[in-house]
């Protein structure tokens, strides 16, 4: 075991503060990873504020990790000492059930290991994320990453990046297809990047005209204010939306923009259930989908295609001591467009 510095909540109501825990000592196939950088995902503050019920106190946040390999197993081969590499939501899963089987270990049928609130496959070791000094992965679970990204604006797309990527790519987000994103914040902000590399036509629906000049410089083809006028006017519109906001919207409102057999995804977790009317769907054969991250294959996919198209997160970096401060900014949405932390300030 080694002690391990980072900060973390005691309770739902706690601010982040510094706590020190211990890390497993180095298995044949794990990775040790001195932690450079960590994004602060909003879902960071969903759980370490329990809104989602269930959270393990105290709680080390952070799931979009970015490194370098300081040690490794005697059976590790992918990774060595010095090597660019990233951590994202989760560290373990069964490896046995189909959906790891296929690359999907963010849906194992058993359990997934979240790589913070969550517990290693023992089911009795909590795991503590990203918003520390350095973590010890199994090479399976450790991402490479492209070395033409610097390490602060990759982080995010440990979780923001995959969680885009993955529904643009199922739902074939590509020249001559209209895509839509809710909600210009972490997530959003790389689904523009993302889709606008992938060829698509991008349009943001924002909640007020403040990100417009930012929407353009992104890659958006068009900025739009969400509105009851826009809804009609935009009436089957689009052929995939993807819906990053985690407040109550009328979710009615935007299925009806979307083009015969067209699909809406939900990322954004609200906290209370969204009542959908059978006609929002039925008319025009239209689909709800929802999607949680990826696979590791897909997310090393995500970050080769994001090393080619040289796409990194816009960030604001800081230092650990103001993560309460920037929790704040982010439930505002004053944050252009991910807080990354800089470990070297612990
Ligand atoms: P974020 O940076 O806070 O962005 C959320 C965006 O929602 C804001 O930038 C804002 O965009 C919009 N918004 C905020 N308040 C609003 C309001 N009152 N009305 C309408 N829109 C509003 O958060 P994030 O990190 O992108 O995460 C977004 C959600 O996705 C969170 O719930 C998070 O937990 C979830 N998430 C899901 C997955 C998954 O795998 N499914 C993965 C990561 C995160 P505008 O200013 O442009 O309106
Ligand atoms: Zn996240």
Known sequence: MSIARGFAALN???????????????GDRDVGIDIKYCGICHSDIH????????SIFPMVPGHEIAGIVTAVGRKVTKYKPGDKVGVGCYV????????????????????????????EQDLVTPTYGGYSENIVVDEHFVLRLPDNLPLDGAAPLLCAGITLYSPLRRFHAGPGRRVAIIGLGGLGHIGIKIAHAMGAEVSVISHSTRKQDDARRLGADEFIVSSRDTFS?????????????????DWNDFLRMLRVGGTMVILGAPT?????????????????????MGGIPETQEMLDFCGKHNIVSDIEKIPIQQVNEAYERVLKSDVRYRFVIDLASL
């Open 12 to 26: 739902a109501k706690a601010q982040l503060a510094p706590f020190s825990f211990e890390r497993r000592e180095m």
């Open 47 to 54: 759980q370490a504020r329990d809104e989602w019920g269930g």
């Open 92 to 119: 373990d899963s069964c490896r046995m059930c189909p959906e790891c089987s296929q690359g999907m270990e963010q849906y194992c049928s058993n359990m997934t290991s979240w790589t913070y609130n969550g517990r």
């Open 233 to 249: 006017k935009l009436s089957r519109h689009f052929d995939l939306i993807i819906n990053t906001v985690s407040v109550d919207l």
């Open 272 to 292: 209370k259930p969204v009542p959908i009317g059978a006609f929002s769907l039925i008319s025009g054969g239209k689909c709800l989908a929802g999607s949680g």
